[in-house]
């Protein structure tokens, strides 16, 4: 702990006396949603004034990418500022084992994450900020909580990845750590609630707002009302009970900016949106459609372009101009440094890069983005790695070993695999993706000994190829 306060302090004093007080931060992290979820992205049938409004008031990012697949490890790297592979946490907490019988062994993920990782709150607290965690934590249970971590205060915030476990789910009664819910009550609203009441009592002073809602995660749960008003919209093409809770999401980020507004800080402010991974695409052994991420493949728990590209919208008045369409890609691991910048504080030895000279309209030095993801999904996917450098992108899997390479300007969905027609370009990008495995100590799945082709996954190849969109 000690160590952590020394490397936070070293953050502090690069505002002048006489500039003006530090910006606060409101991070809100939805859980699930799919890139193509959202009006300002091309979506017809979900309902999100709020949050198209948000992305019209500043810059809407359309090549911004979640660290991870699944949830865990997106949510480490946007609070470190530091990719998942050095976090150790690699999978959802807790993660799964490997499968006796399958060709790898897969490594095990850290099931909290680490004490001496240094995070937002801890860098911006020399600063004079105060920090608030309101909803979901799953970075760790007792010891490892958001008040181990740097925040003054958690709300809500657990081991859990998911929602209480009421029925139906999402409604009262349940109790988290500073919120109760009585019968009937909506833990979306509640953690509204929540958010609005940290913004009005904390006004006067800079302050990081860390809302991570639980919403869209499954279980799918709404109000009925709502459920039957998109139940006649959807004529049978989307999943209504999800797209109310879309629609409750959007309320909440509504409700956020009037908050701001009321206590007269919303021009003081830099709002951040974005989702932790892709959109699950379909729920349990059901199979029921929850999203589609159409053009792009796959979902949730996968390399290709469904399971990592995400929503990001940026509002800071005065400083991003309005409307403003960003199209080099991004990382998670580049919202520590961001935010870092605006609040002036250093943000340390970090693997993301300042957002905002993107955001003021200039450009970023040219680099490659990667990831490392050495375990099965619940949803399908494969254990592998990948690269992005320029318009290329490079998957490594792992399960039978083999690359696929994609040239995402001309394919976003991923359907033309180039690895033996640009072999150049393959090599280039493999040396790289193997030179960067090896100075993160990245761990690679191994071969099983008791691997059993009659395993009834050993002959997964990847997630199926997109519909056409339907929207």
Not at 22 to 47: H, K, M, Q, T
Not at 62 to 90: E, F, K, N, W
Not at 126 to 132: I, K, L, N, Q, V
Not at 245 to 270: C, F, P, W, Y
Request: glycine share 12%; hydrophobic share 35%; proline share 9%.
């Amino acid at each position: 702990m000690l160590r952590r306060e020394f490397l936070a302090a070293l953050g502090g004093g690069l505002l002048s006396a006489g500039q003006e007080r530090r910006p606060n931060i409101v991070l809100i992290l939805a859980d699930d949603l799919g890139v193509r979820d959202l009006g300002c992205y091309g979506n017809r049938y979900f309902s999100t004034p709020n949050i198209d409004r948000l992305a019209a008031q500043g810059a809407r990012f359309t090549g911004a990418y979640a660290a991870c697949p699944v949830c865990s490890p997106t949510r480490a790297s946007i609070l470190t500022g530091r990719y998942p592979v050095r976090t150790g946490v690699t999978d959802w907490i807790p993660g799964r084992p490997s499968h006796e019988r399958g060709p790898i062994i897969t490594p095990r993920t850290a099931t909290e994450m680490k004490l001496e990782e240094v995070t937002i709150p801890e860098r911006l607290k020399p600063g004079g900020y105060r920090s608030a965690s309101v909803g979901k934590w799953h970075l760790g249970g007792t010891g490892f909580l958001p008040t181990e971590q740097g925040f003054d205060i958690n709300v809500g915030g657990t081991h859990s990845g998911s929602p209480p476990p009421t029925k139906p789910a999402y409604f009262g009664p349940f109790e988290l750590p500073n919120l109760k819910a009585g019968p009937g009550e909506f833990l979306t609203e509640r953690l509204t609630q929540a958010a609005c009441d940290f913004i009005r009592t904390n006004a006067a002073n800079p302050f990081f707002l860390y809302l991570s809602h639980f919403t869209v995660h499954i279980p799918l749960s709404a109000r009925e009302a709502d459920i039957a008003r998109h139940k006649e919209k959807s004529g049978g093409r989307y999943n209504p009970v999800y797209a109310a809770m879309v629609e409750s999401l959007d309320a909440s980020v509504g409700a956020v900016i009037e908050a701001l507004e009321r206590a007269g800080i919303a021009d003081q402010t830099m709002v951040l949106f974005f989702s932790d991974n892709g959109g699950l695409r379909y729920e349990g052994a059901s199979k029921q459609l929850v999203t589609d991420n159409s053009p792009f493949r796959a979902g949730k728990g996968h390399l290709y372009e469904g399971g990592v590209r995400e929503p990001l919208l940026v509002r800071y008045p005065g400083v991003v101009k309005p409307g403003t369409v960003i199209s080099t890609p991004v990382s998670s691991v580049d919202f520590f440094p961001t935010v870092c910048e605006i609040a002036g504080v250093r943000p340390g030895n970090v693997d993301g890069v300042s957002l905002m000279p993107l955001l003021r309209g200039g450009r970023l030095k040219d680099r490659a983005l990667f990831w490392h993801y050495p375990h099965y999904s619940n949803q399908g996917g494969e254990p592998g790695s990948a690269i992005r450098e320029g318009d290329w992108k490079l998957i490594e899997f792992y399960h039978h070993p083999r690359r696929e390479l994609y040239n995402l300007a001309k394919d976003p969905g991923e359907q033309n695999n180039l690895i033996a027609r640009e072999t150049a370009v393959a090599q280039r990008l493999a040396k790289k993706l193997q030179a960067w495995l090896k100075e993160t100590g990245a761990v690679i799945p191994s071969k099983n000994p008791k691997a059993d082709p009659a395993w009834p996954g050993w002959n997964l190849t990847g997630a199926e190829k997109p519909t056409p969109p339907s929207d």
